[in-house]
Protein backbone atom coordinates (compact mmCIF):
# COMPACT_ATOMS: atom_id res chain seq x y z
CA UNK A 1 0.00 0.00 0.00
CA UNK A 2 1.62 3.26 -0.74
CA UNK A 3 1.66 5.68 1.93
CA UNK A 4 0.96 9.49 1.43
CA UNK A 5 4.11 12.08 2.05
CA UNK A 6 3.91 15.44 3.92
CA UNK A 7 5.00 18.76 4.80
CA UNK A 8 5.48 18.89 8.40
CA UNK A 9 5.53 22.97 9.40
CA UNK A 10 6.98 24.38 12.64
CA UNK A 11 4.04 27.02 13.60
CA UNK A 12 5.87 30.22 14.79
CA UNK A 13 8.91 31.52 13.18
CA UNK A 14 7.72 29.69 9.83
CA UNK A 15 4.39 30.32 8.56
CA UNK A 16 4.04 33.34 11.09
CA UNK A 17 6.12 36.42 11.96
CA UNK A 18 7.32 36.24 15.88
CA UNK A 19 6.34 38.92 18.28
CA UNK A 20 9.04 41.05 19.49
CA UNK A 21 8.24 41.92 23.22
CA UNK A 22 11.03 43.35 25.40
CA UNK A 23 13.92 42.66 22.94
CA UNK A 24 12.36 39.04 22.90
CA UNK A 25 11.16 36.81 20.34
CA UNK A 26 7.58 35.11 21.44
CA UNK A 27 4.77 33.06 19.70
CA UNK A 28 1.64 35.10 19.08
CA UNK A 29 -0.95 35.38 21.96
CA UNK A 30 -3.71 36.73 20.55
CA UNK A 31 -5.12 37.14 16.83
CA UNK A 32 -3.85 40.72 16.49
CA UNK A 33 -0.58 39.57 17.17
CA UNK A 34 -0.86 36.47 14.32
CA UNK A 35 0.74 38.08 10.86
CA UNK A 36 1.66 35.70 7.92
CA UNK A 37 5.12 35.48 6.49
CA UNK A 38 4.95 36.95 3.03
CA UNK A 39 4.82 33.74 0.29
CA UNK A 40 3.18 31.31 3.20
CA UNK A 41 -0.07 30.61 1.14
CA UNK A 42 1.23 30.33 -2.08
CA UNK A 43 3.74 28.12 -0.54
CA UNK A 44 1.30 25.97 0.94
CA UNK A 45 -0.83 25.72 -2.22
CA UNK A 46 2.34 24.54 -4.11
CA UNK A 47 3.06 22.15 -1.88
CA UNK A 48 -0.75 20.69 -1.71
CA UNK A 49 -0.09 20.31 -5.30
CA UNK A 50 2.26 18.36 -5.23
CA UNK A 51 0.14 15.78 -3.48
CA UNK A 52 1.64 16.54 0.14
CA UNK A 53 -0.34 16.65 3.51
CA UNK A 54 0.36 19.81 5.30
CA UNK A 55 0.58 19.40 9.34
CA UNK A 56 1.70 21.94 11.54
CA UNK A 57 3.90 20.46 14.63
CA UNK A 58 4.08 23.35 17.56
CA UNK A 59 5.43 23.79 20.74
CA UNK A 60 3.51 25.84 22.85
CA UNK A 61 4.43 25.85 26.40
CA UNK A 62 3.65 29.21 26.96
CA UNK A 63 -0.02 28.03 27.71
CA UNK A 64 1.30 26.03 31.08
CA UNK A 65 3.61 29.21 31.51
CA UNK A 66 0.72 31.24 32.08
CA UNK A 67 1.58 33.61 29.79
CA UNK A 68 -1.53 32.43 26.65
CA UNK A 69 -4.97 30.91 27.30
CA UNK A 70 -5.20 27.62 25.34
CA UNK A 71 -8.46 29.71 24.04
CA UNK A 72 -6.07 31.87 22.38
CA UNK A 73 -3.97 29.46 20.67
CA UNK A 74 -7.13 27.99 19.59
CA UNK A 75 -8.35 30.81 17.61
CA UNK A 76 -5.06 31.53 16.02
CA UNK A 77 -4.80 28.14 14.99
CA UNK A 78 -8.29 28.40 13.64
CA UNK A 79 -7.21 31.08 11.46
CA UNK A 80 -4.30 29.45 10.10
CA UNK A 81 -6.85 26.54 9.11
CA UNK A 82 -9.01 29.26 7.40
CA UNK A 83 -6.24 30.98 5.27
CA UNK A 84 -3.71 28.23 4.73
CA UNK A 85 -4.37 24.57 3.40
CA UNK A 86 -3.44 22.67 6.50
CA UNK A 87 -4.77 19.85 7.19
CA UNK A 88 -3.70 19.31 10.79
CA UNK A 89 -2.38 21.18 13.74
CA UNK A 90 -0.25 18.93 16.35
CA UNK A 91 0.29 20.88 19.30
CA UNK A 92 2.67 20.34 22.51
CA UNK A 93 2.11 22.38 25.23
CA UNK A 94 4.68 20.43 27.83
CA UNK A 95 7.60 23.09 29.03
CA UNK A 96 11.05 21.72 28.82
CA UNK A 97 10.81 19.94 32.32
CA UNK A 98 7.83 17.68 31.44
CA UNK A 99 10.24 15.19 29.44
CA UNK A 100 7.19 14.39 27.07
CA UNK A 101 7.82 12.69 24.12
CA UNK A 102 5.91 15.40 21.93
CA UNK A 103 8.00 18.32 22.51
CA UNK A 104 10.55 19.10 19.83
CA UNK A 105 12.85 18.15 19.36
CA UNK A 106 11.48 14.63 20.17
CA UNK A 107 9.88 12.97 17.22
CA UNK A 108 6.75 12.28 19.29
CA UNK A 109 4.05 14.73 17.19
CA UNK A 110 5.56 13.66 13.45
CA UNK A 111 4.97 10.14 14.76
CA UNK A 112 1.74 10.69 16.24
CA UNK A 113 0.65 12.23 12.80
CA UNK A 114 2.55 9.63 10.30
CA UNK A 115 -0.10 6.76 12.36
CA UNK A 116 -2.82 9.06 12.09
CA UNK A 117 -2.73 10.05 8.59
CA UNK A 118 -0.49 7.21 7.14
CA UNK A 119 2.85 9.08 5.92
CA UNK A 120 5.54 7.54 4.86
CA UNK A 121 8.38 9.57 6.72
CA UNK A 122 11.54 8.65 4.59
CA UNK A 123 9.09 11.04 1.83
CA UNK A 124 8.32 13.54 3.83
CA UNK A 125 10.06 17.11 5.19
CA UNK A 126 9.81 19.01 8.27
CA UNK A 127 10.62 22.62 7.89
CA UNK A 128 11.39 24.97 10.90
CA UNK A 129 13.43 27.84 12.26
CA UNK A 130 15.16 25.66 15.11
CA UNK A 131 17.49 23.41 15.32
CA UNK A 132 15.09 21.68 17.26
CA UNK A 133 12.54 21.19 14.58
CA UNK A 134 15.34 20.00 12.54
CA UNK A 135 16.52 17.18 15.20
CA UNK A 136 12.46 16.09 15.55
CA UNK A 137 12.86 15.85 11.36
CA UNK A 138 15.97 13.59 11.61
CA UNK A 139 15.01 11.74 14.66
CA UNK A 140 11.47 10.63 12.36
CA UNK A 141 13.64 9.51 9.04
CA UNK A 142 12.30 12.93 7.63
CA UNK A 143 14.05 15.37 5.01
CA UNK A 144 14.84 18.80 6.81
CA UNK A 145 14.90 22.21 5.59
CA UNK A 146 16.06 25.32 8.37
CA UNK A 147 14.18 28.54 7.56
CA UNK A 148 16.54 31.26 8.67
CA UNK A 149 19.30 31.41 10.69
CA UNK A 150 18.04 29.22 13.51
CA UNK A 151 18.68 29.40 16.87
CA UNK A 152 22.08 28.00 18.67
CA UNK A 153 22.87 24.47 16.87
CA UNK A 154 24.82 22.87 19.90
CA UNK A 155 24.78 19.39 19.58
CA UNK A 156 21.91 19.17 17.47
CA UNK A 157 22.01 18.09 13.27
CA UNK A 158 22.53 19.83 10.27
CA UNK A 159 19.39 20.35 8.23
CA UNK A 160 19.84 18.68 4.62
CA UNK A 161 18.89 22.46 2.87
CA UNK A 162 18.64 25.69 4.33
CA UNK A 163 16.32 28.65 3.23
CA UNK A 164 15.29 31.95 4.05
CA UNK A 165 11.59 31.34 3.80
CA UNK A 166 8.66 28.75 3.09
CA UNK A 167 8.23 29.88 0.16
CA UNK A 168 11.89 28.72 -1.07
CA UNK A 169 11.59 25.79 0.86
CA UNK A 170 8.49 24.72 -1.51
CA UNK A 171 10.59 25.55 -4.48
CA UNK A 172 13.72 22.92 -3.23
CA UNK A 173 11.06 20.51 -2.46
CA UNK A 174 9.13 21.12 -6.17
CA UNK A 175 12.47 20.26 -7.40
CA UNK A 176 12.94 17.05 -5.50
CA UNK A 177 9.79 15.62 -7.10
CA UNK A 178 11.27 13.66 -9.48
CA UNK A 179 13.90 12.13 -6.67
CA UNK A 180 11.10 11.39 -4.42
CA UNK A 181 8.71 9.35 -6.59
CA UNK A 182 11.38 6.64 -7.85
Not at 54 to 78: F, H, K, W, Y
Amino acid sequence: MKKNKAIFLDRDGVINKLVLKNGKARAPYSIEDLELFPGVIEACQQLKNLNYFIIVVTNQPDMVRGLVTRESIDIINAKILECLLIDDIQICFHDNEDKCLCRKPKPGMLLEAALKWEIDLEKSFMIGDRYGDIAAGVSSGCRTILVGEGDIQGHFPTPNYQVTSLLEASFIIESLQDDLNT
